[in-house]
């Protein structure tokens, strides 16, 4: 039998084992779009299995590009670009030309300016090597930027193959759909979901006779918050709308908390501002230092959330990581999360996420 793959995420479909990815009963066969249990599953129910790959299976996957002649195109979530940026690229798709498209646009706030983001982006990708063709901002979901950026990939790809490449919960499929569906008419080519690791294989979308686009698997970084929450609280910290800045005026020795999922700790310096970046769906709380330990030991999951139940289940003990901040304009960056600015430098603050989540400092996105 000829191999066949889900047009969903890309496995090779098989009908023996319920375990291993791809399976799909036999009676599946006689439909003309072919999806495996796992994506149909997802797509009708919203139910998410798991799957017996390893991170590093997926990394092998698009170290395959390095071999052929394409466009990559790095998908980055302009909220989440410390999280979504995949270092090491350019060891992985060789000497192919790469574009970096920042999805998510619609979430920052109105008054962020586009040419300046652009600038950012481009220097970060730098700083973290990788030299690239060319910047776009938009948002798959709003169907924004995607004409001038459909355009562009048209002239970098010189007629040959465009790989999508990104980590898990970017927004690609989201962003293929629409680019497909602007292009083709055709809607909803390939499975979309909030959760991490939808797509499984390379999904082939031919763009004519000899060329196509690939959909490739979604790189898992470890250390974003969306491996140590629950489905629901996934939902809560995934901004859908423009995020709203909340300003606290702190004095050392007081505390904000993040829902239940982060705190960061004031511990020395003049009275500062700090600017606050996360999902609209997510709760400060502030208070003092000397009864932050108290607090989430007796609120957390309660007034502190998210977190669940199910996510308090699985989330490791939070860690301080202790930050002494010199210069000003310095966002202060929860990995999958969001940021806190800090206006003004010399200051010393903790910041508090769970084991594993990854915290750093980078020059003022806004």
């Known amino acids: 039998m000829a191999e066949i793959q889900c047009q969903g995420c890309g496995a090779v479909i098989q009908t023996t084992n319920p375990e291993d990815a791809g399976y799909a009963p036999a009676s599946a066969l006689e439909r003309e779009d072919i999806i495996c249990k796992r994506c149909f599953r997802l797509k009708h129910y919203n139910e998410v299995q798991d799957v017996p790959f390893q991170d590093d299976d997926f990394l092998e996957m698009l170290n395959q590009i390095s071999d052929t002649k394409g466009l990559v195109v790095q998908l980055v979530d302009i909220f989440d670009f410390n999280g979504s940026f995949i270092s090491g690229l350019k060891r992985l798709t060789g000497n192919n030309p790469v574009i970096l498209v920042g999805n998510k646009m619609d979430v920052l706030p109105k008054s962020v300016n586009h040419g300046k983001v652009k600038h950012w982006l481009k220097r970060s990708a730098k700083e973290n090597g990788l030299e690239v063709e060319g910047v776009y901002l938009i948002s798959a979901e709003k169907n924004q930027g995607i004409q001038q950026l459909s355009q562009a990939i048209d002239q970098y790809r010189e007629d040959g193959d465009v790989y999508v490449v990104g980590t898990t919960n970017v927004g690609k499929s989201t962003f293929i759909n629409t680019l497909i569906s602007n292009t083709s008419g055709v809607k909803d080519a390939i499975t979309t979901s909030y959760f991490p690791g939808t797509t499984l294989g390379f999904i082939n979308i031919p763009l004519d006779e000899k060329s196509s686009l690939y959909d490739t698997p979604g790189v898992i970084q470890r250390h974003q918050m969306a491996h140590y929450v629950s489905d629901k609280d996934l939902k809560l910290i995934t901004p859908r709308k423009e995020v709203k800045p909340k300003v606290y005026q702190l004095n050392e020795e007081q505390t904000l908390f993040v829902g239940g999922l982060a705190r960061l700790d004031f511990e020395a310096g003049e009275r500062s501002s700090f600017v606050c970046h996360f999902s609209n769906e997510l709760t400060i709380h502030r208070?003092?230092?000397?009864?932050?330990?108290?607090?989430?030991?007796?609120?957390?999951?309660?007034?502190?959330?998210?977190?669940?139940?199910?996510?308090?289940?699985?989330?490791?003990?939070?860690?301080?990581?202790?930050?002494?901040?010199?210069?000003?304009?310095?966002?202060?960056?929860?990995?999958?999360?969001?940021?806190?600015?800090?206006?003004?430098?010399?200051?010393?603050?903790?910041a508090h996420v769970p084991e594993g989540v990854k915290v750093s400092l980078r020059e003022s996105l806004i």
């Open 287 to 350: 208070t003092k230092l000397e009864k932050a330990d108290e607090l989430y030991k007796n609120h957390v999951g309660e007034l502190l959330s998210p977190p669940d139940q199910d996510t308090i289940e699985k989330l490791p003990p939070l860690k301080g990581h202790t930050l002494k901040i010199k210069e000003d304009k310095t966002d202060i960056v929860f990995s999958g999360l969001g940021w806190v600015t800090v206006p003004e430098g010399g200051i010393t603050v903790t």
